[in-house]
Every structure is written in C-alpha cells, then in structure tokens.
C-alpha cells in the first residue's frame, strides 16, 4: 500500500504540478506582473482604499465623481460595467464602443476577442456611441460641450486610451474620477492604459491622486486635482 501511495503521488505530481504549474510559463509571467503590481501600489497608493470585489469599486467611485458633466465609457463589451454604472450614477451614460471586439492583439487576445454579436442590455440612462473612438469622439463632443465628470477607461489598448485622452483631455475638470479597467496585474501592464495617462499626465501637466484600486483585480481609480489645459467643456 505505501508504494502504490507513493506512485500516486509521484503520478498526480507530474501530472499536474509539473505540467499545469512548473511548465507553465503563464504562472510565472502572472507572479512577475503581480510582484510589479504590490511594488507599485505601495510606493504610490498607500493610503487609498482598496476592493476586493469589483462592484463595490464601480459604485464607490461612481459615488465619488459627483460634479456635473459627462459619464463616459469607453469599451462596452457585454455591459457589465456600464450597467453598474448606470443604476448609480443618476444621469445619462455614454459607452462608446464598435463591439467588433479589439482592433489589435492584446495580452494574449487576438484582434477581435471581445466582439459582440448584439448589443447588451443596459439601463435607460445609458446610450451608445457605436464606431471606434477616432471616429464617434470628434462628432459627440460638438454635440455635448459639457466637461467630464466620471471617465471609465476600459478599451486595453495603449493606442485607444491614447486617443481617449488626445481628445478629453481637455475636458477632464478638476475633480473629476477616472476609472480604468486594465491599469495594472497582469504581463507588461505598463505597456497599456498605464502607460498611455502616464504620457498624459506628462505631456498636460495634470495632477492626480489615487482613491482607490482592486485587490483581485486590474482596475485603479484616480481623481484629477489640477488639469492646466482644461478648458471648461
């Protein structure tokens, strides 16, 4: 009987430990990006409150961002989110999204992955901006000169949160919350929606705190203090 134990265990050892764990290159690339990630937060974000449940992020900074303004999304996929959004937020949602899924490859994701093949269910409060965000920003802004009071980046790409902020940056007031979705904790995250405001923030002269971030997850949440280019919507 103890040998047979011992066979077992040697079986289930290589067959799951060393295949599923030791040989997988995704585990290690994950730990990285989350010892990245811990190194981060706590040089720049120790005394914001954190979540361990996304939702409960979504409507904490729902009910931070107060001023009025615009309530933006930008990456709508099946609409979870946004439909957080919308039962709290009280006003009107915008999510702007193609729903073709994503224009480039994405940490491990094909061009494509996210597409849908119908648009979600939202509450009424929220409407859409259907085409990819060079497109549909240009046209909505001469319709809504209102400036931003809730942001929610949650388009992956480093190209897309780019043109995010090429064009609301200006109309990002002090005071207002920005959500992002894929900030950090996972393989060169510096690479996406990090890197992309970081240039921002750089680049306009903006200065911003962190009010909270996930534990479990990839999203942070920032409030603008000072924006020197804004120009009042």
């Known amino acids: 009987m103890p040998l047979f134990k011992r066979t077992l265990s ?105 597409a849908q093949k119908k648009l979600p269910k939202v509450p009424d409060n929220v409407k859409f901006e259907i085409g990819l965000f060079d497109k549909t920003i240009p046209g909505f802004l001469q319709e809504h000169e209102d400036p931003v009071a809730f942001l929610h980046v949650d388009c992956d790409l480093y190209s897309s949160t780019v043109t995010i902020f090429d064009a609301l940056g200006p109309r990002l007031q002090p005071g207002a919350v920005v959500l992002f979705d894929e900030y950090y904790n996972f393989p060169r995250w510096q690479q996406h929606e990090y890197k992309a405001f970081q240039e921002f923030v750089g680049k306009s002269g903006v200065k911003y705190e962190y009010i909270g971030y996930s534990v479990t997850g990839q999203q942070v949440a920032v409030r603008i203090l000072e924006n020197p280019i804004f120009t009042g919507g």
């Open 10 to 114: 040697e079986f289930l050892f290589r067959r799951f430990v060393l295949k599923h764990y030791g040989s997988n290159l995704l585990v290690d690339l994950q730990l990285d990006a989350k010892k990245e990630t811990i190194d981060y937060v706590k040089a720049n974000m120790p005394d914001a409150p954190y979540f361990e449940k996304h939702p409960q992020l979504v409507k904490f900074v729902v009910n931070e961002a107060s001023l009025p303004g615009l309530y933006l999304e930008f990456g709508v996929g099946r609409g979870k989110s946004i439909r957080w959004i919308g039962a709290d937020a009280g006003r009107t949602v915008y999510g702007f999204d193609s729903f073709d899924g994503i224009p480039e490859y994405w940490n491990g994701n094909p061009v494509g992955a996210f």
